[in-house]
């Protein structure tokens, strides 16, 4: 049987309109991607990772082009449904990590539940378990500046996973970490593809995208090449 | 996204600026403090003088020349007036069925002296019979001016509680002599104590016979009647009875209006309601100006703080907040911003008032409607002004929102 395809993007084209001129920041880009991939993107800056990451992160739509995220045509999808989206189906990692500075570590993981309309007594009981998967169990209650960059990483994750979502969206999670924490990060990603999750990886760096199952080289808003690792 | 949700982030963020917000919601603040001040003070003065003027009678009524008089010109247009007399006075008694008894009154002012005792700048009243059974007044001891004192012109006179605890302290004022200005009355009797009304005495006071009191003070001062009708529902028909037979008395012709003027307590009512409205219109127009302001300013804050949090309203709308949430959080914001302001304005409002009716005479009524009005409009404001930015919060672009820094 043929598994029904998670992310199917056809022919997908962003332009930007900068004064006078257009940008091509997408210039025709197909490319499918199954549940449980673990795939990295790779490419200079300018290659158009970004845009990709936010189209496939339902933070943008193309300007032209089928982009298909679980058999839902996006394009036609209206702000709110594009919310819900990325509050249920997408978790987002971010190289700055992203975190409320206020709020504590459960505070910034149980942010998706509390969007989500999640009863407090189950969203307590995720939130611990998130933690514990990214084993920040005993930080929960440290705000963002008590907490190290791979444990700031690490509250990312957790909340990225904590509301089981198709595919979890991480760009460049280890861009602001020493190697040694970059790479405990990736034992986390690792743990959490082995659970069953699909990963979409932004990164330059190569040693990075190792950790990956296939990897996709775009160049001037183009796939230059992907291949399996 | 839950209730509970917003009200902690919106706690949470003004806790986190507590000067700030305490400077923006200044105006509002302020807007509505003068309300509840004012309310409270004006409300007081209202149940007060109501109270006063039913006491005083519901159904007693004033007849002067002069009437309701609002410039100099109809001043000096009622004193040519024909005074009113005891005649008068005894004219309605006897041909007006709804009258029950007439007092007249003149009043003058004089220092009252007993030895060597004074007291200075005391209403000297020259009264006829009917004016303790018109106003209702009681005699402590002794008695009131008779009809007998009127007609033999006695120099007697009966004392006001005041007057009496200053003139003779602990003694026994009967049948001594004062000294009214340049003459002597002998006391005959001493007025039960009727209290002040808005800080001044209803005491200080001396009583005489009317014909004697315009034997020592000339005949000069006009002389007004104290009307008092059967009852309550008589009362329009005794001030009508009272205006017919005045009219004819005075010979005024069919086609001109009365040379006299009639005034019951709801004249009274009426005058100071007049007054009161004016000093409400004031008071709405000078909150209105500071809620206005104070709305422009949380409204201005609010934009602010939408763009310090940029960054937040990215991370919140890439984890899944709908535009409603964004707005219904900045929204919730502004409210609780406001709101907490009303609230401040209504316990300094309260207190303001209290304050006042302990320190001066004025009395305050501190009324419900006025504080739930309060923060009501002090929300609304917040509500209104809140719109603008929680609109631009709402549909801010996640991706420039997170790039922000």
Known sequence: MLMAELIEIRDVKKIYHVGTEDVHALDGITLTMRKNEYLAIMGPSGSGKSTLMNLI????????????????????????ELARIRNKEIGFVFQTFNLLPRADAAHNVELPLIYAGIPRAERRRKVEQALEAVGLADRARHRPSELSGGQRQRAAIARALVNEPSVILADEPTGNLDTKTGEEIMQVFEKIHDAGNTIILVTHEEYIARHSGRIIRLRDGLVESDTKV | MQVSESLRIAV?????????????VLGTVIGVMSVITIVSIIEGMNSYV?????????NTFYVDKFGLITDYEQYLDAMNRKDLTIDDARALERNATAIEVVGSISQSRSDVRYRSREVSNVDVMGVDEGYQPA???????????????????????????????????GLDPMGKEVRVGRHTFRVIGVAEKKGSLLGMSQDSNVMMPLTAFHKAFGSRSPVSLVAKARDQESLELAQDEARSILRARRKVPFSKPDDFGIMSAETFMEIYKNFTSTAYLVTVGIAGLSLLVGGIVIMNIMIVSVTERTKEIGIRKAVGARRADIMFQFLIESLILS????????????????LISNVTPLPAAIKGWAIIMGLLVACGVGGFFGIYPAARAAKMDPIVALRYE
């Open chain 1, 57 to 80: 992160g339902c933070l943008d739509t193309p300007t032209s082009g089928s982009y298909r995220f679980n058999e839902k045509e996006v394009r036609d999808l209206s702000d709110d």
């Open chain 2, 12 to 24: 949470a963020n003004l806790r986190a600026h507590k000067v700030r917000s305490l400077l923006t």
């Open chain 2, 339 to 354: 709101g907490s302001g009303g609230l401040i304005g209504v316990l300094v409002g309260v207190g303001i008032a209290l």
């Open chain 2, 50 to 58: 109501s109270e006063r003027l039913l006491e005083e009678g519901s």
């Open chain 2, 135 to 169: 106003r209702g007044i009681e005699v402590e001891y002794g008695r009131f001016v008779s009809r007998e004192d009127v007609v033999r012109r006695r120099a007697v006179c009966v004392l006001g509680a005041d007057v009496k605890d200053k003139l003779f302290a």
